[in-house]
């Protein structure tokens, strides 16, 4: 690949910025892109994450030039593109289908965007070589599209966008094709070459495994808007919503009331479980808050006479392998918790067994106010109700 699409300078704020992003369709109810508000460094790739329909595509290919927005802007290293053709964005992008020609072979798929660009003949052999190298299909150079692999296929895909050494990179639901073996292999292919090449990356997926473990910054959307943008991390460990909570990994969110703060953290006394100290969201002293507490960070022991710790009954016990997923109701008429712990590391309890429930006080986390929760045209989460 040409000098300029090597790394960039790291740690430049700011190289694709969407500013009040919107999309409203005529005859839809609600706008399917609330103003959304982004910056992606420079170099770096982040992730879009939502459930189907909640606007991520759409966003996707506002910035690809593809759709036209309602309102907002898109800039480039501070040029406005809002308006721009899609040729004159300087963006590549690879679709869901991988849009490859099956009349070509894997070279000229490559060398088509050049070809339109008219790049001089020396000058495309070179820059097709150097993609076919840097996605590991030279030898596959005069294959038919139709004798390749899906991989291949997703890895064609992007070596045909990068070739033209765009300043952005697009992918959408760029894996949702492959079986979850081939995922796997290519989340580690893309990640390799989004970091050979330096390319300012934007993808979208409903994926959070895919989220998580690809991305420098995530992004969640649900009803058209960003409920959270952070490091894979944050997200995981620390959701500002109930709603990240839940997409993003599983979730127990309980009910309960919020007591006096002490400092970062908030006492919270939960029905069944007692008063427990959360960090996150703030929340006035008597108000309904929602806790959030991971199954994994949840123990369970055997219940012994006279202890006065959170008790339970085993409903279900799941084996999946690496762990067991439990589900245990507390008390008689609690709400019932996911609990799930590695395989072999404790005793094993079966359906009807009587076990105490802890956890690590750094575990609950404060997620938001009931009454602060969700949008007003969004619909509850799913949660269990401790009041």
């Known amino acids: ?176 094709n492959l079986d979850a073996r081939l995922r796997s292999a290519m989340r580690d292919e893309i990640c390799r070459i989004q970091r050979e090449t330096g390319v300012t990356t934007v993808f979208v997926t409903h994926d959070q495994q895919e989220a998580l473990s690809m991305a420098d910054r995530v992004a969640v959307m649900n009803h058209g808007r960003i409920e959270q943008v952070g490091t894979p991390e944050d997200i995981y460990e620390r959701p500002a919503r109930p709603f990240v909570a839940e997409f993003v990994g599983r979730a127990n969110l309980l009910d309960g009331t919020a007591g006096d703060p002490d400092g970062e953290r908030t006492s919270v006394e939960l029905p069944g479980l007692g008063t427990v100290s959360a960090a996150g969201a703030r929340v006035a002293r008597g108000r309904t808050a929602v806790v959030m507490l991971r199954p994994h960070r949840i123990a369970l022991t055997a219940a012994a006479p006279g202890t006065g710790g959170a008790r339970g009954t085993v409903l279900s016990a799941g084996y999946a392998g690496e762990t067991v997923a439990y589900r245990v109701r507390v008390g008689d008429t609690g709400p019932v918790l996911d609990v799930e712990r590695p395989t072999g590391a404790q005793r094993s309890f079966g359906p009807g067994a009587e076990v105490e429930l802890s956890w690590d006080p750094e575990a609950p986390r404060l997620v938001a106010a009931v009454e602060d929760s969700e949008p007003a045209e969004a619909a509850e989460p799913v949660r269990e109700s401790l009041s």
């Open 1 to 176: 690949m040409g000098d300029t699409a090597r790394r960039a300078p790291a740690g430049t704020a700011g190289h694709l910025v969407l500013d009040g992003l919107a999309k409203t369709y005529p005859g839809k109810d609600g706008a399917a892109v609330r103003g959304i508000d982004l910056a992606v460094e420079r170099g770096s790739m982040l992730a879009v994450l939502g459930p189907s329909g909640c606007g991520k595509s759409t966003t996707l290919r506002m910035i690809a030039g593809l759709v036209p927005p309602t309102a907002g802007t898109v800039r480039v290293d501070g040029r406005d593109i809002t308006d721009s053709p899609v040729h004159r964005r300087d963006m590549g992008v690879v679709f869901q289908s991988y849009a490859l020609f099956p009349h070509l072979d894997v070279a000229r798929n490559i060398a088509f965007g050049l070809e339109m660009r008219k790049v001089p003949k020396t000058e495309l052999k070179r820059r097709v070589d150097d993609a076919l190298s840097l996605v590991r299909l030279g030898h596959l150079a005069g294959r038919r599209i139709a004798q390749l692999s899906g991989g291949q296929q997703q890895r064609v895909a992007l070596a045909r966008a990068l070739v033209v050494e765009p300043a952005v990179l697009l992918l959408d639901e760029p894996l949702s």
